[in-house]
């Protein structure tokens, strides 16, 4: 039996067809190359199509014993979403209802969904449990949210079996050198402060100083790529075993500010790196650090690389070696 990933070539997606590798599943990948890059699917069945295309959906599950899919496409930039909520809407949740429904015509019933903290919007409290309430404060979080409600509802009528995994920033990139992160254009973070370390970008603007944090920047929870990617398969694991629909955060339960970021990127890449003060960006909360016991203890999840450090050193790796990405 085969997993389908959609999205796979893109950043989490590549990395995680990467561990299915690994570890010797069959993997079919449906992306449509506009974000993700052929040459980030190292193993696999490539097909390149949208979601929304009824006879690809068709022409893959007819040509492939698909028994689990991993759901990954979608459009996933907060900023974006604020100016073009409708493209979220319809590529998100109209592209999810889209293989829902061929996932149920064909019979197959397990899925595991790339979500994300954004569900939670601004929280009450950190760390932020599954359990706690869930009022997205952008459109790309909302379509996130309408996902994961529109995956119950099949769980309910049909026995599709989902698992929402929330996740808060990734970053790093695979230890082989073959892939890593390469959006275009990029917005986050961590690949943005790398590129300034590389000459590329003459500063890092830094969105926001007057947030109520200790150094008055955002507080996000980093985890690396990898780590992320193993939860994606021990979820698989999960579904295969029988296991009913169920929500996990993914996190290191340990917030960085921006600035700490930044600093600890000059650190590590030994260079100036100018940050620029400018004005919030429309849409983030100010603090989302994840409790993740929920998947370490029915998950059997940990991730193996937690300190801010090690994270950003592994994408320095990759930006250095490969500093226009996949354009070489
Ligand atoms: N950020 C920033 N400058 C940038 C990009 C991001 O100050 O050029 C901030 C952003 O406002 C947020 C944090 O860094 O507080 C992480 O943003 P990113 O886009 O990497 O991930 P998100 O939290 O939106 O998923």
Sequence with gaps: MAVLVTGGAGYIGSHTVAALHERGEDI??????????????????LYVGDLRDAAVLDQIFQENKIDAVI???????????????????????????????????????????SSTAATYGEPD????????????????????????????????????KSISLRYFNAAGAHDSGKIGEDHRPETHLVPIVLEAALGKRPHVSVFGTDYATADGTCIRDYIHVSDLADAHVLAVDRLRSGADSAVYN???GQGFSVKEVIDTARKVTGKEIPAVFEARRAGDPAVLVASSERARTELGWKPSRDKL???????????EARPNGYAE
């Design 28 to 45: 079919v990948i449906l992306d449509n190359l506009q974000q993700g890059h052929k040459e980030a699917v190292i193993a696999g069945k």
């Design 71 to 113: 759901h990954f496409a979608a459009n996933s930039l907060v900023g974006e979403s604020m100016k073009v909520p409708g493209k979220y809407y319809h590529n998100n949740v109209y592209g999810t209802l889209c293989l829902l429904e061929k996932m149920n015509e064909y019979g197959v019933s397990r899925i595991v969904f």
């Design 125 to 160: 409290r950190v760390p932020i449990d599954e359990y706690d309430r869930t009022v997205p404060t952008n459109a790309y979080g909302e379509t996130k949210l309408a996902m994961e409600k529109m995956m119950n509802w099949f769980d309910v009528a049909h026995g599709v």
């Design 250 to 252: 993914l996190g290191n």
């Design 309 to 319: 450090e090690d994270i950003i050193e592994s994408a320095w790796k990759w930006h």
